[in-house]
T-cell receptor, first 111, second 117 residues
């Protein structure tokens, strides 16, 4: 069993819909990252969380440390949000900034 | 914001040749950089952690003699794929941390798509 599990693996939405991506992990972490990988391959770090909730524009990320679960929400989705969204955690047992990655969620937003 | 520049963005090489990929932190010093490999439709796989001024730390199963890493300065790390073979064809991407503490944000390069013919 992977230490980081994401769901769903694939998601198709109509423009304007609310999207939720989930990430569960099974070990103690010091931080959780949400990353966005564009079709060309480049990766952008969206959020780094250790507790609570963060919001940036139409994106909201939440984390529940007790339940070992995080969600990424996209409000009023747009075709430009189409990308792969990756959850990555920094394990407490890991040294430095080493990350463990989820399998990614491929999001397609149709106009 | 912090920028990581990776070069080249794509490269095609013949089997048996070596390819060098550069990863630069443009406006910050990165004591640690990470090299990842990604196969199509799969997630990132950490290959090695590059530490400035010391030997890189390789993940299990990654051949250190095949994937040479040099982190000679606080702004530059290089990955050299030696004696490349078609199975080395993949997407390679680096990341660097902006701070020296464990939970600093990470910034990624745009990746290098390597095709070995």
């Amino acid at each position: 069993k992977n230490e980081v599990e994401q769901s769903p693996q694939n998601l198709t939405a109509q423009e304007g819909e609310f999207i939720t991506i989930n990430c569960s992990y099974s070990v103690g972490i010091s931080a959780l990252h949400w990353l966005q990988q564009h079709p060309g391959g480049g990766i952008v770090s969206l959020f780094m969380l250790s507790s609570g909730k963060k919001k940036h524009g139409r994106l909201i990320a939440t984390i529940n440390i007790q339940e070992k679960h995080s969600s990424l929400h996209i409000t009023a989705s747009h075709p430009r949000d189409s990308a792969v969204y990756i959850c990555a955690v920094r394990l407490i047992k890991a040294a430095g900034n080493k990350l463990t990655f989820g399998g990614g969620t491929r999001v397609l937003v149709k106009p | 914001g912090a920028v990581v520049s990776q070069h080249p963005s794509w490269v095609i090489c013949k089997s048996g040749t070596s390819v060098k990929i550069e990863c630069r932190s443009l406006d910050f010093q990165a004591t640690t950089m990470f090299w990842y490999r990604q196969f199509p439709k799969q997630s990132l796989m950490l290959m090695a952690t590059s530490n400035e001024g010391s030997k890189a730390t390789y993940e299990q199963g990654v051949e250190k003699d095949k994937f040479l890493i040099n982190h000679a300065s606080l702004t530059l790390s290089t990955l050299t794929v030696t004696s490349a073979h078609p199975e080395d064809s993949s997407f390679y991407i680096c990341s660097a941390a902006t701070g020296g503490i464990n939970n600093s944000p990470l910034h990624f390069g745009n990746g290098t798509r390597l095709t070995v013919t």
